[in-house]
C-alpha cells in the first residue's frame, strides 16, 4: 500500500481558495486516490476520487499530474465550516489505510 | 450513497466488561468495515467483514478482544471483550460504495472504559 505525506496543518481565511498536495511516491497502478473531510465528533465523509487528470464536483476539485506521485485537493471560496480534518488515501478495493490528515483552519 | 446508523452513539463502560456495537446500514453491502480512532488521532482499520465469512483483522487486532459477526447484508457488530482503559476510543463502522472505491461511514460509537 503507497504511503501519503500531506502538512500536518494549514490555514486559510473565508472566501480563498485552499490545496492540500498528498504525496504518494508508491502509487500503484491499479490505485484509486481519495479524499475525505472529517468534523470532530464525526465520522469521515467522502469528498472526491480519481485516477488521473483532474476530477471536479460539486465540491472540490482533484488534481493528479500525469505520474500520479502526488494530489492536489483544491477547495474554492472555503468558509468557516470547512474547518476539518482531510484526509488523502491511496489504494483500491478494501484496503483502506488512513495518514495523518491535514488540519485545515479556516478563519473569519 | 448509504446511509449508516451505530448503536450505542456512545457508552461509559467499567473494565473488564464487553459492549456490543450495532452498525445497521440502509441497503445491501458486501463489505463492512470497523475502524478505531483514538482522540486526535487517525483512523486504524480493525478488520473487514463481508457476509457469509470469518472476518478479515489486520495487524495487532485479533478476533478473541474484537468477535464480528455478519448476520446479513445490511448489519454487523463488533464487540469489544474485557475492556481496559486502553480500549477508549471512537469505534466507526463504513460500507464500500457500490460505485467505486470511497467508503461511506456511521457517526461513531465513542467509547470510554474506566
Known amino acids: 500500500l503507497a504511503k501519503t505525506t500531506q502538512p500536518i496543518s494549514m490555514d486559510s481565511y473565508e472566501g480563498q481558495e485552499v490545496n492540500i498536495t498528498c504525496s504518494h511516491n508508491?502509487?500503484?497502478?491499479?490505485?484509486?486516490i481519495t479524499w475525505y473531510q472529517q468534523f470532530p465528533s464525526q465520522g469521515p465523509r467522502f469528498i472526491i476520487q480519481?485516477?488521473?487528470t483532474k476530477v471536479t464536483n460539486e465540491v472540490a476539485s482533484l488534481f493528479i499530474p500525469a505520474d500520479r506521485k502526488s494530489s492536489t485537493l483544491s477547495l474554492p471560496r472555503v468558509s468557516l465550516s470547512d474547518t476539518a480534518v482531510y484526509y488523502c488515501?491511496?489504494?483500491?478495493?478494501?484496503?483502506?489505510?488512513f495518514g495523518a490528515g491535514t488540519r485545515l483552519f479556516v478563519k473569519a | 450513497s448509504a446511509v449508516i446508523s451505530q448503536k450505542p452513539s456512545r457508552d461509559i463502560c467499567q473494565r473488564g466488561t464487553s459492549l456490543t456495537i450495532q452498525c445497521q446500514v440502509d441497503?445491501?453491502?458486501?463489505?463492512m468495515f470497523w475502524y478505531r480512532q483514538q482522540p486526535g488521532q487517525s483512523l486504524t482499520l480493525i478488520a473487514t467483514?463481508?457476509?457469509?465469512?470469518?472476518?478479515?483483522?489486520e495487524s495487532g487486532f485479533v478476533i478473541d478482544k474484537f468477535p464480528i459477526s455478519r448476520p446479513n447484508l445490511t448489519f454487523s457488530t463488533l464487540t469489544v471483550s474485557n475492556m481496559s482503559p486502553e480500549d477508549s476510543s471512537i469505534y466507526l463502522c463504513?460500507?464500500?460504495?457500490?460505485?467505486?472505491?470511497?467508503?461511506?461511514f456511521g457517526p461513531g460509537t465513542r467509547l470510554t472504559v474506566t
Open positions: 463504513s460500507v464500500e460504495a457500490t460505485s467505486g472505491y470511497e467508503q461511506y
Open positions: 508508491n502509487i500503484a497502478t491499479n490505485d484509486y
Open positions: 480519481g485516477y488521473k
Open positions: 488515501l491511496v489504494g483500491g478495493g478494501f484496503k483502506t489505510i
Open positions: 441497503s445491501q453491502v458486501t463489505m
Open positions: 467483514a463481508n457476509q457469509g465469512s470469518e472476518a478479515t483483522y
